[in-house]
């Protein structure tokens, strides 16, 4: 069982432009999330931008890139053009190449597997995956569509099964999936996750709402009280 942190980590994802950074940093973000090319969903931009908002984001700040690449070689090589201090696989990938990632990543970037808990069998993939991952997100995405979604649904999934599953697994938890200033509190209380990680909960017409965030950020630092 992973050890609680002091505090629910929140990482903001979708982020478009260093000015959108700032925003989501004043408000408190521990953690970036920048999106490389999907097959669906929002808040892709392009590698450039990527780069340029990694370079600017100062620590202790976590930058996560975003990647539906699915083979360990290519997948690091997009890491290391990005510039990011965590990559995160957005597909179902063999657990083999989860291990010869990280070995390939190490130690100068982390690495997140996402779990798109579709039903139980979340639970093991997440045994799967635990022991190559630096941390385990959870989102509502259905890799198995014609068109895959792989994040940014804003649909919540069973969290009942994500409670399970941060009780069993050792490595950190984030959850995502539909997560907005109404529902954060219960969600950490139901789940109990290492970090939260949201992008359409806190925006307004695509853009990061700092009223939004704000709320969020108060929710979340209110719960459990």
Same mark, same amino acid.
């Given at each position: 069982?992973?050890?609680?942190?002091?505090?629910?980590?929140?990482?903001?994802?979708?982020?478009?432009?260093?000015?959108? +950074?700032?925003?989501?940093?004043? =408000?408190?973000?521990?953690?970036?999330? $920048?999106?490389? +090319?999907?097959?669906?969903?929002?808040? #892709?931009?392009?590698?450039?931008?990527?780069?340029?908002?990694?370079? =600017?984001?100062?620590?202790?700040?976590?930058?996560?890139? *975003?990647?539906?690449?699915?083979?360990? +070689?290519?997948?690091?090589?997009?890491?290391?053009?990005?510039?990011?201090?965590?990559?995160? #696989?957005?597909?179902? #990938?063999?657990?083999?190449?989860? +291990?010869?990632?990280?070995?390939?990543?190490?130690?100068?970037?982390?690495?997140?597997?996402?779990?798109?808990?579709?039903?139980?069998?979340? *639970?093991?993939?997440?045994?799967?995956?635990?022991?190559?991952?630096?941390? $385990?997100? *959870?989102?509502?995405?259905?890799?198995?569509?014609?068109?895959?979604?792989?994040?940014?649904?804003?649909?919540?999934?069973?969290?009942?099964?994500?409670?399970? $599953?941060?009780?069993?697994?050792?490595?950190?938890?984030? $959850?995502?999936? @539909?997560?907005?200033?109404?529902?954060?509190?219960?969600?950490?209380?139901? #789940?109990?996750?290492?970090?939260?990680? *949201?992008?359409?909960?806190?925006?307004?017409? @695509?853009?990061?709402?700092?009223?939004?965030? =704000?709320?969020?950020?108060?929710?979340?630092?209110?719960?459990?009280?």
């Amino acid at each position: 069982m992973q050890l609680q942190p002091l505090r629910t980590r929140v990482k903001i994802c979708c982020i478009a432009s260093i000015d959108e +950074a700032r925003t989501a940093i004043a =408000a408190g973000a521990d953690a970036l999330g $920048l999106v490389a +090319a999907m097959p669906s969903g929002p808040g #892709v931009i392009d590698e450039d931008t990527i780069r340029a908002i990694a370079r =600017a984001v100062p620590p202790p700040v976590a930058t996560f890139l *975003l990647t539906a690449r699915t083979e360990a +070689a290519d997948i690091a090589e997009h890491a290391r053009e990005a510039g990011t201090s965590c990559v995160q #696989v957005v597909n179902h #990938v063999d657990p083999d190449e989860c +291990a010869r990632l990280r070995e390939l990543l190490a130690p100068a970037v982390r690495l997140v597997q996402v779990i798109h808990v579709t039903g139980e069998d979340a *639970l093991a993939l997440a045994r799967d995956y635990a022991p190559h991952a630096d941390a $385990l997100l *959870l989102d509502s995405g259905r890799p198995d569509l014609p068109t895959p979604e792989l994040g940014g649904t804003g649909r919540a999934h069973d969290w009942s099964i994500s409670a399970r $599953l941060v009780a069993e697994v050792e490595c950190p938890v984030f $959850l995502a999936g @539909g997560l907005h200033p109404g529902n954060v509190a219960r969600a950490i209380d139901a #789940v109990r996750p290492h970090g939260l990680d *949201l992008c359409s909960g806190v925006r307004s017409a @695509g853009a990061l709402d700092s009223d939004l965030l =704000a709320r969020f950020m108060g929710a979340v630092a209110g719960a459990g009280r």
